[in-house]
């Protein structure tokens, strides 16, 4: 008679092959036929398979004998190896971590970048539409990616001998609704690089009329009120053009609490020179982390194999295996 313990064996080995996941389960012996499980859906074929399985005497050297012949063959794996061994959640604990910690990472600086941005400045076109659209997508995707990353842990956590995700990767609902998000977000992410470059570009302009006025501290000295005010009213002119100038500007304005006319003083020139240099540098830098996530970071990331990403492996990975003619996800 089999114990609980050995039906729950059985019914675990069983469905660790991705073939059978989800199948019912039968048990013919001691006398009696019965039904050690009912199954589940798995995958679309789930329910058109049912495996029997038949106690035989022991003792029988020649049927001991086949059945171990037929156990190592390819007709005795579903993948055609002798023996597959489950993959359990433990085995994962390493890839999932990186995964998740990618993903949640990514989101967190994205969604800084996207909700000061969205503080700032209001869409005023079609083009500042698309890529406001395009930010908030990508905020939310990476969003749904860190929080089925974190499940997969918690579900190593509480289930390590389990092969559950293993299960869940190979169930279509579950992973073609990971690889579309996975895609939105990638997709998103590109989307905002030409824009995300022009404003580089824009930046680096910026920088360079900074140099180009001449306004160090020394050459405001050797300047008289009218080439100060000359000098400082075209750099204040160009970097108005941007957020980040004008933010700049209207931090001087309330630090000083003085008329824009100040802006010629011998004592508040330089200061303002000061203001404006250190929000054109962080503004490039903040650009160019947005540019290293959205363009290398994020599909990086997403191109990655499972085995060293877990569910950080996405939409990117799955082309190139295609391409390369191999099975998506590999």
Same mark, same amino acid.
């Given at each position: 008679?089999? $114990?609980? %313990?050995?039906?729950?064996?059985?019914?675990?080995?069983? =469905?660790?092959?991705?073939?059978?996941?989800?199948?019912?389960?039968?048990?013919?012996?001691?006398?009696?036929?019965?039904?050690? =499980?009912?199954?589940?859906?798995?995958?679309? =074929?789930?329910?058109?398979?049912?495996?029997?399985?038949?106690?035989?005497?022991?003792?029988?050297?020649?049927?001991?004998?086949?059945?171990? %012949?037929?156990?190592?063959?390819?007709?005795?794996?579903?993948?055609?190896?002798?023996?597959? *061994?489950?993959?359990?959640?433990?085995?994962?604990?390493?890839?999932?971590?990186?995964?998740?910690?990618?993903?949640?990472?990514?989101?967190?600086?994205?969604?800084?970048?996207?909700?000061?941005?969205?503080?700032?400045?209001?869409? $005023?076109?079609?083009?500042?539409?698309?890529?406001?659209?395009?930010?908030?997508?990508?905020?939310?995707?990476? #969003?749904?990616?860190?929080?089925?990353? &974190?499940?997969?842990?918690?579900?190593?956590?509480?289930?390590? /001998?389990?092969?559950?995700?293993?299960?869940?990767?190979?169930?279509?609902?579950?992973?073609?609704?990971? &690889?579309?998000? /996975?895609?939105?977000?990638?997709?998103?992410?590109?989307?905002?690089?030409?824009?995300?470059?022009?404003?580089?570009? %824009?930046?680096?302009?910026? +920088?360079?009329?900074?140099?180009?006025?001449?306004?160090?501290?020394?050459?405001?000295?050797?300047?008289? +009120?009218?080439?100060?005010?000359?000098?400082?009213?075209?750099?204040?002119?160009?970097?108005?053009?941007?957020?980040?100038?004008?933010?700049?500007?209207?931090?001087?304005? +309330?630090?000083?609490?003085?008329?824009?006319?100040?802006?010629? $003083?011998?004592?508040?020139?330089?200061?303002?020179?000061?203001?404006?240099?250190? *929000?054109?540098?962080?503004?490039?830098?903040?650009?160019? &982390?947005?540019?290293?996530?959205?363009?290398?970071?994020?599909?990086?990331? $997403?191109?990655?194999?499972?085995?060293?990403?877990?569910?950080?492996?996405?939409?990117?990975?799955?082309?190139?295996?295609?391409?390369?003619?191999?099975?998506? #996800?590999?």
């Amino acid at each position: 008679m089999l $114990s609980q %313990k050995t039906v729950d064996q059985i019914i675990k080995k069983i =469905h660790s092959y991705p073939e059978f996941a989800g199948c019912m389960i039968g048990f013919e012996g001691d006398g009696q036929s019965r039904l050690l =499980h009912g199954g589940f859906s798995a995958g679309p =074929h789930s329910d058109r398979i049912v495996i029997v399985i038949e106690e035989v005497p022991a003792g029988d050297a020649a049927l001991d004998q086949e059945l171990l %012949k037929w156990s190592k063959s390819a007709a005795g794996s579903p993948e055609g190896s002798p023996n597959p *061994s489950t993959v359990t959640n433990r085995s994962r604990l390493g890839p999932e971590l990186l995964g998740a910690g990618f993903q949640c990472g990514l989101t967190i600086v994205s969604a800084i970048g996207v909700l000061g941005s969205a503080a700032g400045e209001v869409p $005023s076109g079609g083009t500042s539409t698309f890529l406001l659209v395009a930010s908030w997508t990508g905020m939310i995707t990476g #969003g749904v990616q860190c929080a089925n990353g &974190l499940v997969r842990i918690k579900e190593i956590v509480f289930a390590p /001998d389990d092969n559950s995700l293993e299960r869940w990767d190979k169930n279509p609902w579950y992973s073609g609704i990971m &690889l579309v998000v /996975d895609g939105l977000g990638v997709a998103s992410g590109l989307a905002q690089l030409p824009a995300a470059l022009g404003k580089l570009l %824009k930046l680096f302009n910026q +920088r360079a009329a900074l140099g180009a006025a001449g306004l160090t501290e020394k050459a405001l000295r050797e300047m008289n +009120r009218a080439q100060r005010q000359q000098a400082v009213r075209k750099l204040v002119e160009e970097l108005s053009k941007s957020k980040e100038g004008r933010d700049a500007l209207g931090a001087f304005l +309330r630090e000083t609490g003085k008329e824009a006319k100040t802006f010629v $003083s011998m004592q508040k020139a330089p200061k303002l020179v000061r203001i404006l240099s250190d *929000s054109t540098v962080r503004s490039l830098q903040g650009e160019l &982390l947005n540019i290293f996530i959205s363009g290398v970071a994020q599909p990086a990331v $997403s191109g990655m194999p499972a085995r060293w990403v877990g569910s950080g492996s996405g939409s990117v990975n799955w082309l190139i295996n295609v391409v390369d003619a191999g099975k998506p #996800g590999s």
